[in-house]
């Protein structure tokens, strides 16, 4: 069981505010949806979210330890924000695998799971340099996905990919929520954002400006 | 263990990946074994050297730099070449890897590494042993050559040559000495200044500390003194040899003080700083 609690989040880049006063609550087994124009503050809550940026104040407290206090980063979190990057010269596999060893609890298996789960062979010879948009994506979410982290956050996780693949990838987070983990995504389109989501949050100019319980909604 | 993790990524990629590069010191000792040999061949000619000299001769020929340097109008400045390529050689070495990783895999690495402060030790301990593989390639090349020239391999000095290339009689300095200023405080001086230059690299970028750096190098040729600290890295500008020359202990005294100002400033960097 995870919580994320966000209280009071303020961020400001060279003087421009990119969060304002953010307030809110997930818990796992959920997905949540974050929705707003180019340069809403979506992605930079994403990146507070997982510790990549400073606030300037508030907090993130995820399972009762807050960020940059207590923990660096989430401790089970798997992320892909805007473009993937990978190393070039060596295959999905070896550089998913560069990077689970990072980690105390990912194995080759986990990450021969996750390259099948989002399409991608997890023999194929091919490097990341040869790699299509779409299957460079695809990466990046087996990245995010593989181990099953608790916390997944995914900044257009569809982006590139053709409609079968997306379907597929929809499919899986599905499943992944379905076992009690915290999902966020963020998409510009506003059906497949609906689709996914349980609970959609609206940022305009760095603010919350709705919450819309999609769940609640469909009953 | 979070650091020992990521620096084996570092050296896998920052290091094995790339030791095409450390050719640079291969090519270095060639060079200087071969000039060092010419040098040898003439003082034998004039009867003033018996032996074929020791690799340690030519291992110090090599790191030699250039003479403590005063400004006079006759005699112009010249910045010693070699040296200065096989200093520079290395802050190259080092000048994009680390900086290119966090732009490129910084999101992926730290959020899995999941400590900044790990990445920024592995970060570090990479560029302290890539200095020192460059040193150990360099030196390792340096007694091959020199035994292809047919030095003895002994690491005692031929005073008669050196006598007469430098003008130092070293019969009067202990050996160990010699270590520290020849082989210990240049490795020492040249880690500092590339830990400073990796520093700098992320807070103004790779370019321009590559160049703040080859900028340092230039003026310790032309001066002497304990602030420009490629200056350490010659050993015939150790007060051991010239009355005006350095004290070894300031300089293994700053380049410890570097290390730790490095570590500590790095370390509060990549604690508040932005992942972007």
Redesign the interface.
Known sequence: MSEIRIEGLNKS?KGAVILKDINMTLTSGKIYGFKGKNGSGKTMLM?AI?????PDSGFVIINGRELHKD???P?S?G?L?ENP???P?YTGLKNLK??????DNISIKDIRIALERVGLDPDDKRTYRKYSLGMKQKLGIA?AIMGEPDIIILDEPINALDEESAHNIKKVLLEIRDRDKLIIIACHDKEELEFLSDIIYEIKDGSIIDRKDIADEDA | M?TL??L??DL??GLI?RSYMYVLAVIFSFVSTYQCSAAMCGTKELNFMWSEGTVMDYYLFAMKGMNYYRFDPSDSFQIPLLWFIFQIGISYIIAYYAEKDLS??G???????????SWWLSKMLWCILSVLFYYIIAIISCIVFALMHGADLSLGVTDEFLMIIFGYNMTYISYSDLIVVAVLLPVLITISICLVQLLVSFILSPVTSFAITCGLYVLSTYYTAWFLPGSYTMWIRSSYYHEQGLNPLSGLLIACFLVIAVYLLGRGYFE?K???
């Not at chain 2, 999101?107 to 402060?117: C, D, E, F, P, Q």
């Open positions: 880049i990146r997982s510790g990549l940026i400073l923990i660096t980063f401790q979190m992320i924000i990057s990978f190393l010269q560069l990077l689970a060893d990072l980690t990245n | 979070k993790k990521l084996r990524r896998r990629l990946n490129d895999n999101i992926n690495v730290m959020t899995a590494g999941r400590s900044r402060s508040s932005d992942i972007i």
